[in-house]
């Protein structure tokens, strides 16, 4: 198969399209789907899964998993509302949590790294660890009063166009780890160390290294979602963003990016995320129940990895079939 | 492992075994340190009601916790259990409903039978769909939980609309041990039998260790995994009729974020994330400890919020523990090597 046809058919090129379809169907049958004031807030109800999805799409390519970060956005939600309360200025708390988002990533890097632990089991370990200080932090109360210039900021959009301001922050940090993903020795040695970390170590990539700056970072990314959460609905909470990890893991895994690693792109991935945003926009500005919108999350993701393990099993049957015919035709 | 069917164990595998008994005699004392600790703060802690109360709620997540082990040890997972214990219980709930006549054993025998399919599902997609056990079972946790919703909508059955002898099942006791806890023990005590001293548990075993040598030594893969995944989604089923014989009232979230717990328990029992080693009842101990831990905090008056970060904390520990059994054997066995 040519290059060309082989890129078209592969599953985040087709994710991309879908997610294309989905739009503009979107924008032609539903009512209210295509105004200015439903993608602000399409964008704002992405914001979450698709920031913490960059990083992710990093330590799934590595071949490895990250399901702490959800309990790092509560913790530093509940943290926020506590420094708050005691009297730190927002200026000083925002840059704080996204320090301590880092260094719940830390504790996840070195336990996976230096330990050699599985990252399945430590980051479950860590999910409920985080979660619970965030509780111990912050009980079951929330804190509220957040600055407005703040809370606006989040909530706003660019002057009076429609575009929200936070759409400035998902590109510019989306192009960033774009770049380093796609376009770096630091992204080859990625998808390097997904495909075989042996081979990768002995080629001179600094695995566990690499690896762990990765947990760093996506703590970093998840305490700032964490700062972004508290702002955007004005409420710090231990259990803001219970349950978003699968969500991630979902979205990351519908984009096209293998579980075992080593294969993945990030275009793949935001289309996965806009891809799911849409459609539970779209369900709900038709009243259908978001719970149900499960089916459609939950089968998407068994199919993106389904109908490629099909295609090339009739791939291969074809392949012999056509070997098995020019062989009797030789005889 | 206790290998008492393959013939003579080994050395280096008596070795691996003792071992990995003493990592369930860790179980055992932290929960008699926790045990006792509490019980001399608060000796009410050993009351025949409150330990009662301990089993009971221990019931349900040991159940959840045998079937996942079996998966587990086969280097597999299984997200979907909380939302295979959303369907049960809401079928059953609704049959009983609909029918108060009919007898426990109905119930019990129709949930078991909707999480074996829903386990079936999962089974075939990761064994023939060639799909990671990790994305199916995520998928299918969405999905069921989805069909849940839209079943139930914003419904719920509510104990005045279940009958009596269903609702009184949760309490009643049989030579003084409660239904449920009885349920439990044969659950977790009989999957331990079969994973200990039958051939498909100890298939189960090998397939865990290396799937590619399972399979050249002749063990038939696919039929183990699938029976794996049956096992794991029967027994969230079953999981589905206690909880709903237990609590009364079900609606479309019972059991969110079961999975995570059931896992929690699984890995604080000492079952591998990787595969091939642990055992059943040592995740029904982990389901134990971890319920006794939520109890005896709030007899020691400790701040209830500091459970969730406990248990984190636990299960790193036990990871750690794990490692640190690994690699003492790796070193043993390669000492041995040298010597040959």
Same mark, same amino acid.
């Given at each position: 198969?040519?290059?060309?046809?082989?890129?078209?058919?592969?599953?985040?090129?087709?994710?991309?399209?879908?997610?294309?379809?989905?739009?503009?169907?979107?924008?032609?049958?539903?009512?209210?789907?295509?105004?200015?004031?439903?993608?602000?807030?399409?964008?704002?109800?992405?914001?979450?899964?698709?920031?913490?999805?960059?990083?992710?799409?990093?330590?799934?390519?590595?071949?490895?998993?990250?399901?702490?970060?959800?309990?790092?956005?509560?913790?530093?939600?509940?943290?926020?509302?506590?420094?708050?309360?005691?009297?730190?200025?927002?200026?000083?708390?925002?840059?704080?949590?996204?320090?301590?988002?880092?260094?719940?990533?830390?504790?996840?890097?070195?336990?996976?790294?230096?330990?050699?632990?599985?990252?399945?089991?430590?980051?479950?370990?860590?999910?409920?660890?985080?979660?619970?200080?965030?509780?111990?932090?912050?009980?079951?109360?929330?804190?509220?009063?957040?600055?407005?210039?703040?809370?606006?900021?989040?909530?706003?959009?660019?002057?009076?166009?429609?575009?929200?301001?936070?759409?400035?922050?998902?590109?510019?940090?989306?192009?960033?780890?774009?770049?380093?993903?796609?376009?770096?020795?630091?992204?080859?040695?990625?998808?390097?160390?997904?495909?075989?970390?042996?081979?990768?170590?002995?080629?001179?990539?600094?695995?566990?290294?690499?690896?762990?700056?990765?947990?760093?970072?996506?703590?970093?990314?998840?305490?700032?979602?964490?700062?972004?959460?508290?702002?955007?609905?004005?409420?710090?909470?231990?259990?803001?963003?219970?349950?978003?990890?699968?969500?991630?893991?979902?979205?990351?895994?519908?984009?096209?990016?293998?579980?075992?690693?080593?294969?993945?792109?990030?275009?793949?991935?935001?289309?996965?995320?806009?891809?799911?945003?849409?459609?539970?926009?779209?369900?709900?500005?038709?009243?259908?129940?978001?719970?149900?919108?499960?089916?459609?999350?939950?089968?998407?993701?068994?199919?993106?990895?389904?109908?490629?393990?099909?295609?090339?099993?009739?791939?291969?049957?074809?392949?012999?079939?056509?070997?098995?015919?020019?062989?009797?035709?030789?005889? | 492992?206790?290998?008492?069917?393959?013939?003579?164990?080994?050395?280096?595998?008596?070795?691996?075994?003792?071992?990995?008994?003493?990592?369930?005699?860790?179980?055992?004392?932290?929960?008699?340190?926790?045990?006792?600790?509490?019980?001399?703060?608060?000796?009410?802690?050993?009351?025949?009601?409150?330990?009662?109360?301990?089993?009971?709620?221990?019931?349900?997540?040991?159940?959840?916790?045998?079937?996942?082990?079996?998966?587990?040890?086969?280097?597999?997972?299984?997200?979907?259990?909380?939302?295979?214990?959303?369907?049960?219980?809401?079928?059953?709930?609704?049959?009983?409903?609909?029918?108060?006549?009919?007898?426990?054993?109905?119930?019990?025998?129709?949930?078991?039978?909707?999480?074996?399919? *829903?386990?079936? &599902?999962? $089974? #075939?997609? @990761?064994?023939? +769909?060639?799909?990671?056990?990790?994305?199916?079972? /995520? =998928?299918?946790?969405?999905?069921?939980?989805?069909?849940?919703?839209?079943?139930?909508?914003?419904?719920?059955?509510?104990?005045?609309?279940?009958?009596?002898?269903?609702?009184?099942?949760?309490?009643?006791?049989?030579?003084?041990?409660?239904?449920?806890?009885?349920?439990?023990?044969?659950?977790?005590?009989?999957?331990?039998?079969?994973?200990?001293?039958?051939?498909?548990?100890?298939?189960?075993?090998?397939?865990?260790?290396?799937?590619?040598?399972?399979?050249?030594?002749?063990?038939?893969?696919?039929?183990?995994?699938?029976?794996?995944?049956?096992?794991?989604?029967?027994?969230?089923?079953?999981?589905?009729?206690?909880?709903?014989?237990?609590?009364?009232?079900?609606?479309?979230?019972?059991?969110?974020?079961?999975?995570?717990?059931?896992?929690? *328990?699984?890995? &604080?029992? $000492? #079952?591998? @994330?990787?595969? +091939?080693?642990?055992?059943?009842?040592?995740?029904? /101990? =982990?389901?134990?400890?971890?319920?006794?831990?939520?109890?005896?905090?709030?007899?020691?008056?400790?701040?209830?919020?500091?459970?969730?970060?406990?248990?984190?904390?636990?299960?790193?520990?036990?990871?750690?523990?794990?490692?640190?059994?690994?690699?003492?054997?790796?070193?043993?066995?390669?000492?041995?090597?040298?010597?040959?």
């Amino acid at each position: 198969m040519s290059e060309v046809k082989k890129r078209l058919t592969s599953w985040d090129s087709i994710i991309i399209l879908l997610t294309i379809v989905v739009l503009i169907i979107a924008s032609a049958t539903v009512d209210n789907f295509g105004t200015s004031r439903n993608f602000t807030f399409m964008v704002l109800d992405l914001l979450p899964i698709i920031l913490i999805a960059l990083p992710m799409t990093m330590i799934i390519v590595t071949g490895e998993i990250d399901l702490s970060v959800a309990s790092t956005l509560g913790f530093t939600s509940a943290l926020m509302g506590w420094f708050w309360n005691n009297g730190l200025s927002i200026e000083m708390i925002i840059p704080l949590c996204i320090v301590i988002g880092a260094i719940c990533g830390v504790l996840n890097g070195f336990l996976i790294t230096v330990l050699g632990l599985p990252s399945l089991a430590v980051t479950i370990g860590t999910l409920a660890l985080f979660r619970g200080l965030a509780f111990v932090v912050l009980g079951d109360g929330a804190v509220a009063d957040f600055p407005f210039s703040y809370t606006d900021w989040v909530t706003g959009t660019l002057g009076s166009s429609p575009v929200p301001n936070v759409l400035i922050l998902i590109v510019i940090l989306a192009l960033i780890f774009g770049i380093v993903q796609h376009a770096t020795p630091v992204g080859r040695a990625l998808y390097a160390i997904g495909a075989n970390d042996k081979a990768a170590h002995f080629s001179g990539i600094r695995v566990a290294r690499t690896k762990f700056w990765l947990y760093v970072v996506s703590g970093a990314v998840a305490g700032l979602v964490g700062v972004l959460w508290t702002l955007r609905y004005s409420s710090a909470r231990a259990d803001n963003g219970s349950g978003l990890e699968l969500a991630v893991v979902a979205a990351v895994l519908l984009g096209g990016v293998s579980i075992f690693g080593g294969k993945g792109s990030l275009p793949g991935v935001l289309a996965g995320v806009v891809l799911l945003a849409a459609l539970q926009n779209a369900l709900r500005l038709e009243d259908v129940s978001g719970q149900a919108l499960n089916i459609v999350t939950g089968a998407l993701l068994v199919l993106s990895v389904l109908l490629p393990n099909i295609a090339t099993a009739v791939r291969g049957n074809w392949h012999r079939r056509r070997l098995r015919q020019a062989a009797a035709n030789a005889q | 492992m206790t290998t008492s069917t393959l013939g003579a164990p080994a050395p280096g595998r008596r070795f691996a075994g003792g071992l990995l008994k003493t990592r369930e005699l860790g179980i055992v004392l932290a929960l008699v340190v926790l045990i006792a600790y509490t019980a001399i703060d608060n000796p009410r802690f050993l009351s025949g009601q409150s330990i009662r109360d301990n089993l009971l709620n221990t019931a349900i997540l040991a159940v959840m916790a045998a079937g996942q082990a079996v998966v587990v040890i086969t280097r597999n997972i299984d997200l979907s259990v909380g939302s295979v214990l959303a369907i049960s219980a809401f079928t059953v709930a609704t049959m009983m409903s609909d029918n108060p006549g009919l007898p426990m054993i109905v119930a019990i025998v129709v949930g078991i039978a909707v999480g074996a399919v *829903a386990g079936l &599902v999962n $089974g #075939v997609l @990761v064994r023939y +769909g060639k799909v990671p056990a990790l994305v199916v079972t /995520l =998928g299918t946790m969405y999905i069921f939980r989805g069909l849940v919703y839209s079943w139930a909508g914003g419904q719920q059955v509510n104990a005045d609309e279940l009958p009596a002898h269903f609702l009184s099942f949760a309490n009643d006791n049989i030579l003084g041990i409660p239904w449920l806890v009885l349920i439990a023990l044969v659950v977790v005590g009989g999957v331990s039998l079969m994973m200990r001293n039958y051939r498909i548990g100890r298939e189960m075993y090998a397939i865990g260790s290396s799937p590619d040598a399972a399979e050249l030594a002749g063990i038939k893969v696919a039929r183990n995994l699938i029976v794996a995944f049956i096992l794991s989604g029967a027994a969230a089923g079953l999981a589905g009729v206690l909880f709903a014989a237990r609590f009364g009232t079900v609606d479309a979230s019972a059991g969110t974020g079961y999975e995570l717990n059931v896992v929690a *328990a699984v890995v &604080v029992g $000492g #079952v591998a @994330v990787f595969g +091939g080693s642990g055992t059943v009842w040592g995740a029904g /101990l =982990g389901a134990l400890l971890l319920t006794v831990i939520s109890s005896a905090l709030a007899v020691l008056d400790i701040n209830q919020f500091w459970q969730q970060a406990i248990v984190g904390s636990l299960i790193i520990l036990a990871i750690c523990a794990d490692r640190l059994v690994a690699v003492r054997i790796a070193r043993s066995l390669r000492k041995r090597d040298a010597h040959v």
